[in-house]
């Protein structure tokens, strides 16, 4: 409304509906009768972008567009964050950047790395990448012998991986592991995930074989493949995964249709999605053929152990 009209510039975000109401299909209106305070959502540091966006429209007036709410004296900033600092809601990070430069020498890397998910979960760290660049050194001084010590136990990645890059890739799943004690994860925390799985084969090896996957490639498959559905598939997509995100009742489909309308390309797109959060997908069909189809698929009855009574005249179809 601020971009085409001049009239509601001198208010603020939360003061826009006093003034205005918004009609469906035709946007904001001038409020003719009634009284309406707006209400801000609750916005809280580790959110990164959504709360530096909920601090900027606590200060900037008649807002008319992104570049607009990121400019302050003048300079436009090319993040929200930028801008909260420069109008003083928020500072920097160089009381982190103390601290760990105090602790580093004399704290064991499992500790810092521990304090560190401590400090993303409860605290205003605003660069968390930065942080980790400065200090992966130290937050991963452990990790070539943590590998070297577990051996074969451990899945390891590609042998040309360098020893810098298993130490700090490795670094970050260990730094996971302390996040999701917090319930938190690495978009939560804004920060790089670790490219590579390092499973401890001791824990579960079907389990370790089920996560050998790159959750970023997944999540690529899954927008590719996402924006090829039909609306038909796309319906389809949007049913499932809403029963399941949700644990609704019930949670059993199935996709009825001709052979090369896509119930396959279905099946991977939701295989994909559910990789790129770190969950276990197990695609089976009945038969050895269509398994090959799918993602790391296999038969029902040899990944459930279904007892079939099979003889030299058995077939499927």
């Known amino acids: 409304y601020n971009a085409a009209h001049a009239d509601g510039r001198d208010l603020f975000y939360s003061d826009f509906p006093m003034h205005y109401t918004h009609v469906k299909n035709r946007g904001w209106r001038l409020r003719k009768k009634g009284h309406t305070i707006g209400r801000m959502p609750v916005a809280i ?16 007036r008649g807002a008319t567009s ?11 900033y090319t993040t929200p964050s930028a801008a909260c600092r420069a109008w003083g809601l928020t ?73 810098e890059e298993r130490r700090i890739d490795y670094g970050l799943w260990l730094l996971g592991e302390n996040l ?14 670790s490219r590579h799985r390092w499973v401890d084969r001791r824990v579960n090896v079907l389990i370790s074989e089920a996560l050998d996957f790159d959750q ?8 590719q493949s996402v924006s090829q559905l ?23 489909f199935f996709l009825h ?9 279905l099946y991977k797109s939701l295989c994909h999605l559910f990789n790129s959060r770190g969950q276990i997908v197990l695609c089976v069909a009945s038969s050895g053929i269509a398994s090959l189809l799918l993602p790391n698929g296999s038969t029902a009855h040899s990944r459930f152990k279904i007892p079939i009574e099979c003889t030299e005249q058995s077939f499927c179809n």
């Open 45 to 60: 540091p580790r959110q990164g972008e959504r709360f530096y966006l909920r601090s900027l429209l606590t200060v900037k």
């Open 66 to 76: 992104y570049e607009d709410l990121y400019t302050v004296d003048g300079v436009t």
């Open 91 to 163: 500072y920097d990070d160089s009381e982190w950047i103390t601290l760990y430069n105090e602790v580093k020498d004399t704290t064991p890397a499992a500790s810092l790395r521990y304090q560190f998910a401590v400090n993303l979960a409860d605290s205003e760290i605003l660069d968390p990448q930065r942080i980790w660049d400065l200090f992966q050194d130290n937050f991963t001084d452990d990790c070539l012998y943590r590998i070297r010590t577990m051996g074969d136990t451990l899945l390891l990645p590609p042998d040309d991986w360098c020893d």
């Open 180 to 193: 999701r004690d917090f319930g938190m994860d690495f978009a939560g925390a804004r920060i790089r995930g």
């Open 216 to 223: 970023e490639v997944e999540a690529e498959s899954n927008r």
């Open 230 to 252: 039909s609306m038909g598939q796309h319906a389809a997509y949007d049913i499932i995964v809403d029963t399941i995100d949700n644990n609704r009742r019930p949670n059993t």
């Open 257 to 265: 249709g001709p052979a090369g309308t896509g119930k396959t390309f």
